[in-house]
């Protein structure tokens, strides 16, 4: 069973140090990264059904931009994949090109998080 778009996913049994768990694929972290870590109790209904309830972790403002890079760099990884002659390399032209556009620029870390992780740019003309 590896439906994963009715959310349902494969377990398979797990030792995790002395104790008995199950294992969760990689997919169960990726589409469900608030309930990574999370804590929580399992309640038997039968023989062979269970019944886990977690309490999620609240992500912190750091963890989403965490999440949104990540999610950004999967697609970029995705279209390089699916479409390698699309990849331009990267030249020593457009290394100069951005090191000139970013001449005089300083960034504040102090600064207010609307640009994300409390960084700032400040232009000195």
Same mark, same amino acid.
């Given at each position: 069973?590896?439906?994963?778009? #009715?959310?349902?996913?494969? @377990?398979?049994?797990?030792?995790?140090?002395?104790?008995?768990?199950?294992?969760? =694929?990689?997919? &169960?972290?990726?589409?469900?990264?608030?309930?990574?870590?999370? %804590?929580?109790?399992? *309640?038997?209904?039968?023989?062979?059904?269970?019944? @886990?309830?977690? #309490?999620?972790?609240?992500?912190? *403002?750091?963890?989403?931009?965490?999440? /949104? /890079?990540?999610?950004?760099?999967? &697609?970029? /990884?995705? %279209?390089?994949?699916?479409?390698?002659?699309?990849?331009?390399?990267?030249?020593?032209? /457009? %290394?100069?090109?951005? #090191?000139?556009?970013?001449?005089?620029?300083?960034?504040? *870390?102090?600064?207010? =998080?609307?640009?994300? %992780?409390?960084?700032?740019?400040?232009?000195?003309?």
């Amino acid at each position: 069973m590896s439906d994963n778009s #009715n959310n349902n996913y494969p @377990v398979s049994p797990a030792k995790i140090g002395n104790q008995d768990g199950y294992r969760l =694929p990689r997919a &169960f972290s990726k589409d469900h990264p608030e309930l990574v870590g999370a %804590s929580g109790h399992v *309640e038997v209904l039968d023989e062979n059904t269970l019944l @886990v309830r977690l #309490n999620p972790i609240e992500k912190t *403002e750091e963890d989403k931009d965490d999440v /949104m /890079m990540s999610l950004f760099l999967d &697609f970029l /990884m995705k %279209s390089a994949v699916e479409e390698p002659e699309s990849l331009v390399a990267y030249t020593e032209n /457009m %290394s100069t090109e951005a #090191n000139e556009l970013l001449a005089g620029v300083d960034i504040d *870390e102090d600064a207010t =998080p609307e640009l994300g %992780s409390g960084a700032r740019v400040v232009r000195e003309d």
